[in-house]
């Protein structure tokens, strides 16, 4: 469970499980945030593989589904949903110095997309 105190307190509450089998990991995520109507549900799915053997190198993909019940800023019920999937890949060339190359995919139940490319520099001391 998670809480956000902002203005409001949104709740969040989720239920995971994961599973590593050899040099692959995957987890799946139900989440749940309370609100109007049935409120917030979503489904994430991810899957690692560590091509090296290490915990530092892997291939990740990504997929999201979910849907929300909300009022707008007129009183107005309106429902959604959505679904994403993203591809990442992280290396560490270097012991203290590693990248991830990201590409991603999302839309909704209204028809806007979104494409995504992702680059990150990371740097460990």
């Known amino acids: 469970m ?15 499980i994961g599973r590593y089998s050899g040099n692959w990991y995957g987890r799946y995520k139900l989440q749940h945030v309370p609100g109007v109507g049935s409120g917030s549900w979503s489904h994430r799915l991810q899957l690692r593989h560590y091509y090296l053997g290490n915990a530092d190198d892997f291939w ?11 009022v707008d800023r007129f009183g107005t019920t309106v ?6 999937v993203g591809l990442s890949w992280t290396r560490y060339p270097h ?19 979104e ?6 520099l990371y740097h460990r001391w």
């Open 95 to 113: 012991p203290q110095w590693g990248f991830r190359l990201g590409l991603g995919y999302a839309d909704d139940a209204d028809g806007l997309t």
């Open 2 to 16: 998670d809480r956000l105190t902002f203005s409001d307190s949104i709740e969040f509450y989720g239920l995971g």
């Open 79 to 84: 429902r959604d949903s959505n679904a994403a």
């Open 60 to 70: 990740q993909l990504s997929l999201s589904s979910g849907r929300s019940t909300d």
């Open 115 to 120: 494409q995504r490319a992702s680059a990150a």
